[in-house]
């Protein structure tokens, strides 16, 4: 990377953060990009406070320590690049540190969660809490099932549970799997507009293993101008900073397994995607973290 997250020294094997950077876009089907993303964040944290205003929270009191950047060989398929990156998370998670696979595109997860699964607990007893425009619940699509838009399909299928906060696209078929499906949880993003009350109840009465995927197109489209498919109607900054702390902060019910974000991409008239990312972890990390 081209900078030290938050501009910090690296904190070695035992940090307790580590980022692993995926500079990949192998399936992507509109605009591109995302490939750059993990650059530009790494760039953009650099100027974020490392006070957190609203929790009193130091985040330099953190330890971190950035993998080598996971890039595609030429003409990799999806397949083998999701292989790699299962490996390259997994000898993370020997850390025991919060692992956070920073993005490039959605297809991503899949492997992302086995590795933070891998000896720590079931498929049926994991919940992967997904904030995110598109359902993602595609069998194939464009010829792979590897695809960006089959990501959260491929871990239902495995047995997780998943509570979908903020979709609003889906083909029919996606949206029939999910609701014929129930071990699937979809807050459409009108549902939420209309009333918070039900998410939020969901979320305060979430246990045990967690996963957390962001896609950044899930906040709405002024906050993330140029990521791949923006859709309008997303989620508010505030809005989506009340749902992380109510899942993850002060939370001893719940143990957070790993996290992703996904779906930044940089542009060459504005910086607001990258520094939203890198402003959205470090939320993350502080509900997460701080006492």
Request: proline content about 5%.
């Amino acid at each position: 990377m081209t900078a030290a997250f938050l501009g910090l020294d690296d904190g070695g094997d035992r940090a307790q953060v580590q980022l692993l950077p995926l500079p990949y876009e192998g399936t992507v089907s509109y605009g591109g990009g995302t490939a750059q993303g993990p650059d530009a964040i790494w760039r953009a944290s650099t100027q974020v406070e490392l006070w957190d205003e609203e929790l009193n929270f130091d985040l330099d009191s953190l330890s971190y320590h950035s993998a080598a950047a996971l890039t595609a060989r030429p003409d990799e398929k999806p397949g083998a690049y999701l292989a790699r990156v299962r490996a390259a998370a997994s000898d993370l998670h020997q850390s025991n540190g919060l692992v956070l696979g920073i993005g490039g595109e959605h297809s991503l997860t899949p492997p992302l969660v086995e590795a933070a699964l891998a000896g720590k607990s079931t498929w049926s007893d994991l919940t992967i809490v997904q904030l995110d425009a598109h359902a993602d619940l595609r069998a194939s699509y464009e010829g792979t099932p590897h695809s960006h838009a089959c990501a959260m399909r491929r871990l239902v299928e495995r047995d997780a549970e998943l509570l979908a906060i903020g979709i609003r696209s889906a083909e029919r078929q996606e949206a029939e799997y999910g609701r014929a499906n129930k071990r699937v949880k979809t807050f459409w993003a009108h549902q939420i507009e209309a009333n918070e009350n039900p998410l939020l109840q969901a979320l305060e009465h979430l246990r045990g293993d967690i996963y957390l995927t962001i896609d950044i197109d899930a906040l709405e489209v002024h906050l993330c101008p140029a990521t791949g498919t923006p859709q309008p109607g997303g989620l508010g900054w505030w809005q989506t900073l009340r749902y992380l702390r109510t899942l993850l902060y002060r939370r001893s019910d719940i143990r957070l397994l790993g996290c992703d974000l996904v779906e930044t991409a940089p542009s060459a008239t504005t910086s607001v995607n990258e520094f939203v990312a890198a402003r959205l972890l470090c939320k993350v990390l502080a509900y997460r973290f701080a006492p």
